[in-house]
């Protein structure tokens, strides 16, 4: 985890080493772990389970394809702004073995110089300094929060309401499109012969929101009107203008 995002799931026999092992690893970040003992047999499905509902920054394997291009492609960004510093230049390296001599009465005499970096003689050696855990907590919070607003949400409210909405919607449509208005009676009649007071409806998330925002035809909700009328006046009647 990192900041208390999950950016990485992973399982092990000996989850110990493994951390080690990722400690070491430049590539992935974390400033805490979580440990879920489970049956030897049940390891690859919990790890199965927590990457496709975390949908870990770190993890190649397990993720939605979308998300993980998406991850591919923010690291690599991230990669790309990592420093590039100068360390020495080819005289540096090869005067780092530096000649010792001893006259006999302890002292020590040093041979051969250091160039500085800046050397205009020949090609310098660069050192990447890697990005700090910042850009890498920033990534994992957009992305935590992005999840989330996608998500989709459930609500709960009562039955007799669920219903006068979809009277009102068959209403609505007004005669047309006989095979939905069907279905929403079939809806209603299951609705009140089921006993419940409450029941859970999904409230679209906000690409399909957004998705349904975007179709340029609409008409007392039904969709996919035919859009060969072009008068202003018949368009302002149908809101499309």
């Known amino acids: 985890m990192l900041d208390g995002i999950v950016v990485y799931v992973g399982e092990s026999q000996s989850v110990y080493s493994r951390i080690g092992a990722h400690v070491k690893d430049s590539k992935k970040r974390f400033d805490s772990v979580r440990i879920l003992p489970c049956q030897e047999h049940r390891r690859k499905y919990w790890e199965a389970v927590l990457i496709d509902r975390y949908q870990p920054l770190f993890n190649k394997t397990g ?6 291009r998406r991850h591919i492609f923010e690291l690599g960004q991230i990669t790309k702004r990592q420093l590039q510093t ?19 009465r302890g002292d020590m005499t040093f041979y051969g110089g250091i160039t500085s970096a800046s050397s205009t003689v020949g090609s310098l050696f660069v050192e990447t300094v890697p990005a700090s855990d910042r850009e890498y907590s ?13 998500r989709p949400k ?7 309401h669920e219903m006068k909405a979809l009277e009102s919607l068959i209403e609505g449509l007004r005669g047309h499109d006989p095979s939905r208005i069907a279905r929403l009676r079939m809806r209603i009649l299951q609705l009140n012969n089921s006993g419940k ?12 929101r957004d998705f349904k925002q ?3 035809v609409r008409r007392n909700g039904i969709y996919n009107v035919s859009t060969s009328v072009t008068d202003p006046q018949s368009l302002k009647k149908l809101k499309i203008i």
């Open 197 to 208: 007071k409450y029941i859970k409806l999904k409230l679209p998330s906000k690409d399909e």
């Open 138 to 150: 920033k990534l994992a919070k957009q992305e935590a929060s992005y999840r989330e607003e996608i």
């Open 154 to 160: 459930t609500i709960s409210i009562k039955v007799e």
């Open 86 to 104: 100068a360390s020495e230049c080819a005289n540096c390296r090869r005067d780092r073995n530096i000649a010792i001599c001893g006259n006999g």
């Open 63 to 68: 993720k939605d394809k979308e998300t993980n």
């Open 214 to 216: 975007r179709l340029a």
